[in-house]
């Protein structure tokens, strides 16, 4: 039971592999780290980032949360996004959710889980922002969906709100942020045409979520 022999064996598998194919990979990545893109993604075991966008190890970086929420008070999350920002200085900042996520199915039926209750209030609110849409879904299973798609489209709004992603505007660097939906059922990764550059785009976009959940 203590012992975790399969994963080291993995592990040691995985290292070798690579040293095959390119024996420079190790001893290059461990001096500097240069990706292009920052990943906000769900915790959930079933959406392993690296391995959906077939990136190598050094190439992404990541920051994963419950229901890959931005909230302006986690400074874990800020932390990261600031790190990537303005060090890193990467140009992609891609928030991922999930079809069917058990964080965004609990805040939707209102389950009483402990801790986690207080963390996902913040999918809560977006399901009262949107409620006018979710109710004319009948179905849970689109309903649970849909709430899903808009919880990224509202983390999207948050991250550009961030003082890091309005700073790096203000000088001028070229940033993007993005929204996308993995599909739990296929493998696939949808773009939900949620994509920010500039200030003015993310007024647009807030003024454009605004009117569509009224």
């Known amino acids: 039971m203590k012992d975790l022999n399969e994963l080291l064996e993995n592990n040691r598998a995985w290292a070798e592999d690579i040293k095959t194919h390119n024996p420079q990979f190790f001893q290059t990545l461990s001096k500097e780290q240069s990706p292009k893109y920052l990943w906000i993604g769900c915790s959930d075991s079933r959406a392993p980032a690296t391995q959906l966008v077939g990136l190598r190890a050094g190439e992404l970086f990541v920051h994963r949360n419950v229901a890959n929420v931005v909230v302006h008070t986690d400074f874990n999350c800020l932390s990261v996004m600031q790190y990537a920002v303005e060090v890193l200085k990467v140009e992609h900042i891609i928030v991922c959710g999930h ?22 209030r913040h999918v809560q609110d977006v399901m009262q922002k949107h409620d006018a849409t979710l109710s004319r879904i009948a179905d849970e299973t689109l309903r649970l969906n849909k709430l899903c798609e808009l919880n990224v489209v509202e983390q999207v709004l948050s991250a ?11 000088r001028g660097q070229e940033l993007a942020v993005h929204g996308w939906i993995y599909g739990l059922h296929d493998g696939l990764l949808r773009d939900l045409k949620m994509c920010i550059t500039n200030p003015e785009e993310l007024a647009a976009a807030e003024h454009a979520t605004a009117r569509a959940s009224a």
């Open 160 to 170: 550009g709100r961030t003082t890091i992603v309005q700073s790096a505007w203000e």
């Open 99 to 120: 079809d069917g996520c058990g964080g965004v199915l609990a805040a939707m039926q209102n389950l009483r889980l402990g801790l986690i209750d207080n963390w996902l």
